[in-house]
Protein backbone atom coordinates (compact mmCIF):
# COMPACT_ATOMS: atom_id res chain seq x y z
CA UNK A 1 0.00 0.00 0.00
CA UNK A 2 1.92 3.30 -0.96
CA UNK A 3 1.35 6.60 1.32
CA UNK A 4 -1.73 8.06 -1.34
CA UNK A 5 -3.80 4.80 -0.60
CA UNK A 6 -2.61 5.09 2.95
CA UNK A 7 -4.15 8.21 3.46
CA UNK A 8 -7.54 8.19 1.75
CA UNK A 9 -7.61 5.01 3.77
CA UNK A 10 -7.45 7.20 6.81
CA UNK A 11 -9.58 10.12 5.69
CA UNK A 12 -12.75 7.35 4.87
CA UNK A 13 -12.08 6.06 8.16
CA UNK A 14 -11.86 9.60 10.21
CA UNK A 15 -15.20 10.27 7.97
CA UNK A 16 -17.02 7.49 8.75
CA UNK A 17 -16.09 8.38 12.55
CA UNK A 18 -15.92 11.68 13.18
CA UNK A 19 -18.61 13.26 10.98
CA UNK A 20 -22.38 12.68 12.61
CA UNK A 21 -24.48 10.21 11.42
CA UNK A 22 -27.20 12.43 8.79
CA UNK A 23 -24.89 15.24 7.97
CA UNK A 24 -22.58 13.49 5.57
CA UNK A 25 -24.48 14.00 2.90
CA UNK A 26 -27.79 16.48 3.95
CA UNK A 27 -28.72 17.79 7.25
CA UNK A 28 -31.80 16.29 8.79
CA UNK A 29 -33.72 19.16 9.49
CA UNK A 30 -32.10 21.33 6.13
CA UNK A 31 -31.30 24.50 6.73
CA UNK A 32 -32.70 27.95 8.59
CA UNK A 33 -31.23 30.99 6.25
CA UNK A 34 -30.78 33.75 8.86
CA UNK A 35 -32.73 37.63 8.30
CA UNK A 36 -33.22 40.68 9.10
CA UNK A 37 -36.06 42.81 8.66
CA UNK A 38 -36.40 46.31 8.88
CA UNK A 39 -38.43 50.14 8.03
CA UNK A 40 -36.38 52.56 6.30
CA UNK A 41 -36.57 55.75 8.12
CA UNK A 42 -38.94 57.82 6.06
CA UNK A 43 -40.04 54.88 3.81
CA UNK A 44 -43.05 53.56 2.91
CA UNK A 45 -41.93 50.14 2.78
CA UNK A 46 -40.31 47.14 4.30
CA UNK A 47 -37.11 45.64 3.94
CA UNK A 48 -36.50 41.82 4.39
CA UNK A 49 -32.84 40.32 3.33
CA UNK A 50 -31.81 36.53 3.63
CA UNK A 51 -28.43 34.41 3.98
CA UNK A 52 -28.49 32.68 1.27
CA UNK A 53 -24.72 31.80 0.17
CA UNK A 54 -24.07 28.78 -2.07
CA UNK A 55 -27.27 28.75 -3.78
CA UNK A 56 -28.18 30.31 -7.37
CA UNK A 57 -32.06 32.60 -8.06
CA UNK A 58 -33.45 29.24 -9.34
CA UNK A 59 -33.37 27.56 -6.30
CA UNK A 60 -35.08 30.11 -4.71
CA UNK A 61 -38.75 30.55 -4.28
CA UNK A 62 -40.86 33.50 -2.52
CA UNK A 63 -44.17 34.07 -2.04
CA UNK A 64 -46.24 36.51 0.12
CA UNK A 65 -49.60 37.44 1.51
CA UNK A 66 -50.82 40.36 3.38
CA UNK A 67 -48.67 39.75 6.99
CA UNK A 68 -46.55 36.96 6.18
CA UNK A 69 -43.57 36.55 3.65
CA UNK A 70 -42.14 33.09 2.62
CA UNK A 71 -39.02 32.10 1.21
CA UNK A 72 -38.53 28.41 0.52
CA UNK A 73 -35.68 26.31 -1.69
CA UNK A 74 -33.37 23.55 -1.22
CA UNK A 75 -29.52 23.79 -1.12
CA UNK A 76 -28.10 21.16 -2.72
CA UNK A 77 -24.86 19.28 -1.05
CA UNK A 78 -21.85 19.53 -3.12
CA UNK A 79 -20.13 16.14 -2.58
CA UNK A 80 -18.82 13.83 -5.05
CA UNK A 81 -18.13 10.08 -4.50
CA UNK A 82 -13.98 11.64 -5.52
CA UNK A 83 -13.89 13.60 -1.85
CA UNK A 84 -13.89 12.28 1.32
CA UNK A 85 -14.45 15.01 4.08
CA UNK A 86 -12.61 15.77 7.09
CA UNK A 87 -14.94 17.85 8.33
CA UNK A 88 -18.97 18.95 7.68
CA UNK A 89 -20.15 21.85 9.41
CA UNK A 90 -22.53 23.87 6.56
CA UNK A 91 -26.14 22.80 6.32
CA UNK A 92 -27.72 21.63 3.16
CA UNK A 93 -30.83 20.11 2.20
CA UNK A 94 -34.56 21.28 1.94
CA UNK A 95 -35.54 24.93 3.65
CA UNK A 96 -38.94 27.22 4.19
CA UNK A 97 -38.39 30.40 6.53
CA UNK A 98 -41.93 32.25 7.32
CA UNK A 99 -41.34 35.92 8.29
CA UNK A 100 -44.37 37.32 10.37
CA UNK A 101 -44.84 41.01 9.57
CA UNK A 102 -46.02 43.57 11.72
CA UNK A 103 -47.45 45.69 9.09
CA UNK A 104 -50.13 44.78 6.03
CA UNK A 105 -47.72 44.96 2.63
CA UNK A 106 -49.46 45.02 -1.02
CA UNK A 107 -48.30 41.51 -2.28
CA UNK A 108 -48.36 43.22 -5.79
CA UNK A 109 -46.37 45.95 -5.66
CA UNK A 110 -42.84 43.58 -3.94
CA UNK A 111 -39.89 43.65 -5.39
CA UNK A 112 -37.23 41.23 -5.23
CA UNK A 113 -33.14 41.10 -5.89
CA UNK A 114 -30.93 38.42 -5.61
CA UNK A 115 -27.20 39.48 -5.10
CA UNK A 116 -24.01 37.83 -3.52
CA UNK A 117 -26.25 35.19 -1.74
CA UNK A 118 -28.19 37.92 -0.06
CA UNK A 119 -31.89 38.15 -0.99
CA UNK A 120 -33.41 41.09 -0.43
CA UNK A 121 -36.88 41.90 -0.85
CA UNK A 122 -38.92 45.46 -0.65
CA UNK A 123 -42.59 44.81 0.42
CA UNK A 124 -44.36 48.57 -0.33
CA UNK A 125 -46.82 48.65 2.86
CA UNK A 126 -50.39 48.99 2.30
CA UNK A 127 -51.44 52.71 3.66
CA UNK A 128 -54.80 52.07 4.44
CA UNK A 129 -55.14 48.25 6.09
CA UNK A 130 -58.25 46.50 7.16
CA UNK A 131 -61.44 47.19 7.08
CA UNK A 132 -62.73 49.76 4.48
CA UNK A 133 -66.06 51.89 4.11
CA UNK A 134 -68.41 51.13 2.08
CA UNK A 135 -71.31 53.41 0.56
CA UNK A 136 -74.77 52.06 0.31
CA UNK A 137 -76.40 53.24 -2.54
CA UNK A 138 -80.31 54.13 -2.16
CA UNK A 139 -83.21 51.66 -3.31
CA UNK A 140 -84.62 52.62 -6.74
CA UNK A 141 -88.12 52.86 -7.34
CA UNK A 142 -89.48 50.34 -9.62
Same mark, same amino acid.
Request: charged content about 30%; proline content about 6%.
Given at each position: ?19 PH ?6 R ?7 D ?20 ? +? ?5 ? %???? *?? &? !? ?34 ? +? ?5 ? %???? *?? &? !? ?7 G ?12
Amino acid at each position: MDIDDLHSEVLRAFNDICVPHGRNRVSRAGFSPLADAFLEEGGDEIVVRFELPGMSR +DDIQLFV %ERRS *LM &V !RGERAFPGSEQRVYQQVEMDYGPFERRIRLTVDVDP +DATAATY %EAGI *LE &V !RLKLVTQPGARQIPINAETES
